[in-house]
């Protein structure tokens, strides 16, 4: 029961999710904005009329539906904001002193290697648009993990075998460009 529950909870956020992305393709950030508030408001006033009629009819006095809503403290406090600020400042901070060490051949095999990476996503950024790729990764997300689970020792097996070759290659160009020896870690 509960990976039943697990999976529509999963299978609704991959579809409301995908949706979105499938909108963007069509139609401007701010439209879809526009729409999907226009949507959420059209509900809310809708039950609240709803509920206001139900009262009316049935003498009752329960007051707004959304009371508890209203009520609830949504406010960030400033050590929450601080703590996300930190983690924020951390993450950007590290990545600009990984891509000064690679700009600035700080190892001459990682530069390499990201100048290779860079050449590839430029053939990449030739065949798909950045909402094509983002889709391709929530579909990714959402199926990647039932097909490792099914496959998980051929998937592993191959891997093996990839990473062996990777290796077996970036072994033998760092033996033949001098000074690109790796320093043991």
Same mark, same amino acid.
């Given at each position: 029961?509960?990976?039943?529950?697990?999976?529509?909870?999963?299978?609704?956020?991959?579809?409301?999710?995908?949706?979105?992305?499938?909108?963007? /393709?069509? $139609?401007?950030?701010?439209?879809?904005?526009?729409?999907?508030?226009?949507?959420?408001?059209?509900?809310?006033?809708?039950?609240?009329?709803?509920?206001?009629?139900?009262?009316?009819?049935?003498?009752?006095?329960?007051?707004?539906? $959304?009371?508890?809503?209203?009520?609830?403290?949504?406010?960030?406090?400033?050590?929450?904001?601080?703590?996300?600020?930190?983690?924020?400042?951390?993450?950007?901070?590290?990545?600009?002193?990984?891509?000064?060490?690679?700009?600035?051949?700080?190892?001459?095999?990682?530069?390499?290697?990201?100048?290779?990476?860079?050449?590839?996503?430029?053939?990449?950024?030739?065949? $798909?648009?950045?909402?094509?790729?983002?889709?391709?990764?929530?579909?990714?997300? $959402?199926?990647?993990?039932?097909?490792?689970?099914?496959?998980? /020792?051929?998937?592993?097996?191959?891997?093996?075998?990839?990473?062996?070759?990777?290796?077996?290659?970036?072994?033998?160009?760092?033996?033949?460009?001098?000074?690109?020896?790796?320093?043991?870690?």
């Amino acid at each position: 029961l509960s990976t039943f529950i697990h999976s529509k909870q999963s299978g609704a956020v991959f579809s409301s999710v995908l949706l979105l992305l499938f909108s963007l /393709t069509q $139609f401007s950030v701010v439209s879809v904005g526009a729409y999907l508030a226009l949507a959420a408001l059209s509900a809310t006033i809708s039950f609240r009329i709803y509920k206001s009629v139900l009262q009316a009819v049935q003498k009752t006095d329960e007051g707004h539906p $959304f009371k508890a809503y209203l009520e609830m403290e949504i406010a960030l406090s400033p050590d929450q904001i601080s703590k996300y600020a930190d983690k924020i400042l951390l993450y950007t901070n590290t990545c600009m002193k990984e891509l000064r060490r690679l700009f600035l051949v700080q190892d001459l095999v990682d530069s390499l290697k990201f100048a290779v990476l860079m050449w590839l996503l430029t053939y990449v950024g030739a065949l $798909f648009n950045g909402l094509t790729l983002l889709i391709l990764a929530v579909v990714s997300m $959402f199926t990647m993990p039932v097909v490792y689970e099914k496959h998980q /020792t051929q998937i592993d097996q191959y891997v093996g075998l990839i990473r062996t070759q990777v290796n077996s290659v970036v072994g033998k160009i760092q033996a033949k460009i001098p000074g690109a020896k790796r320093k043991e870690e």
